[in-house]
């Protein structure tokens, strides 16, 4: 394996590697899409949790050993193969189909086999390095051992034991990482690092406006269709904005100045956890935006004065809440001015779901594109004032 160098950058053979996660996102959209209510939301963000660690795990393995040289070229192909296998099997984890294979634990044991590969190529990686040795076996001791029996343990139950067993393994695994600490772990080039969570963030949001025309498929073109697009591409811009032009690039600067411990533990905070509230919140948009489009298109069923209802009229502007506090906690993390507006806005997104209810579907897709586009205008006024006062 070769060791990557400070201005390493990514390379091709991650983004190759990227494309299977954007069919896992676009099936925990089905998953949910499938039968809305919020446990099946909770399901579809558990699911969605642990494909995260699958991605952020070879998120910092390439940032240490090149991904398109060496032996760990070819672990990203088995990797690609075994994640799009748990892909397949995301629609029929809480309702598993008759025949075929038991969809439960194909996702469990694909998924056991990706955080396998991980730890044993991490330390074939590093030899000599007993400081990342002791942090790896750590690691599968408490954070891969214990989560992997209990989604085992879920398979044999249905319903909300199952969704509850995987929710205390999602609990154990992420909490595992705070206590094995960060000594051994290495964040070898900051630009590598935060360019890769910035390209996964537009993966999701990508997988919002795929959405948008799946919603939409089979159904006439019209203006309000049209309508309905603009609105959807216009939240999802404004989403873009916010992370690449207001808060994305400030952590990268923290990044960037800190070393050791300190930059592992950054990284981390903001990027492994914190940045998962983002994709997570894109998501539950997505899920709103998809039945938008659908309501909008399908003129036979609905009329265009029709509201979103239930989980997925939360969903539009919850998605946009689970995002904006994300954001603040970057923000927060980061070091960088108070993040006022994005904790005021997110919190009222979060509980905005009995007005979209009350409000046509397309109506409360404009107004919450155009409430995000203002925030972007707000927030980035608040930065240039932080950072005039700063000087």
């Not at 795990?57 to 672990?75: E, I, K, M, Q, T």
């Not at 990027?271 to 539950?284: K, Q, R």
Request: hydrophobic residues 55%; charged residues 10%.
């Amino acid at each position: 394996m070769v060791a990557t160098a400070e201005e390493h950058k990514v390379t091709p053979a991650e983004l190759f590697f990227d494309l299977v996660f954007v069919y896992a996102i676009t099936q925990v959209t089905a998953l949910m899409a499938s039968a809305p209510s919020p446990v099946r939301v909770v399901g579809g963000m558990t699911v969605l949790a642990l494909l995260w660690w699958c991605w952020c795990c070879f998120s910092w393995l390439g940032n240490v050993v090149r991904a398109d040289a060496g032996g760990l070229l070819g672990v990203l192909v088995t990797v690609m193969a075994v994640v799009f296998v748990v892909s397949l099997a995301v629609p029929e984890v809480f309702a598993d189909a008759a025949g075929g294979l038991p969809a439960p634990l194909v996702f469990v044991f694909s998924y056991g086999a990706v955080r396998v590969l991980h730890l044993v190529s991490y330390w074939i990686s590093s030899p000599g390095d007993t400081a990342l040795h002791r942090t790896l076996r750590r690691t599968a001791l408490l954070s891969v051992a214990p989560p992997f029996a209990l989604l085992l343990l879920g398979c044999t139950y249905h319903g909300t034991p199952r969704l509850l067993l995987w929710l205390g393994a999602v609990v154990i695994d992420y909490g595992g990482i705070y206590v094995t600490g960060t000594s051994g772990w290495r964040i070898n080039s900051p630009g590598h690092f935060s360019e890769r969570y910035g390209l996964i963030v537009i993966i999701a949001l990508g997988e919002s406006i795929v959405a948008m025309g799946v919603g939409m498929a089979g159904f006439p073109l019209t203006v309000a269709v049209l309508g309905a697009c603009a609105a959807g591409l216009l939240l999802s811009a404004g989403l873009w904005a916010l992370y690449f032009r207001r808060f994305g690039e400030p952590a990268e600067h923290r990044l960037a100045a800190l070393d050791g411990d300190e930059r592992t533990g950054f990284g981390r905070d903001v990027y492994t956890f914190l940045h998962l509230p983002l994709v997570a919140g894109v998501v539950l948009v997505a899920l709103g935006m998809k039945k938008v489009l659908t309501q909008v298109a399908d003129t036979a069923d609905y009329g265009l004065a029709e509201p979103l209802h239930g989980t997925v009229a939360w969903s539009l502007t919850g998605g946009v809440g689970v995002f904006l506090l994300g954001a603040a906690g970057i923000v927060l993390r980061s070091s960088g001015p108070r993040p006022t507006a994005l904790l005021v806005a997110g919190v009222c997104c979060l509980f905005a779901g009995p007005l979209v209810a009350r409000v046509p579907a397309l109506l409360a897709l404009a107004l919450l594109a155009l409430a995000v586009l203002g925030l972007v205008a707000v927030h980035g006024r608040r930065m240039r004032t932080a950072g005039v006062a700063g000087t």
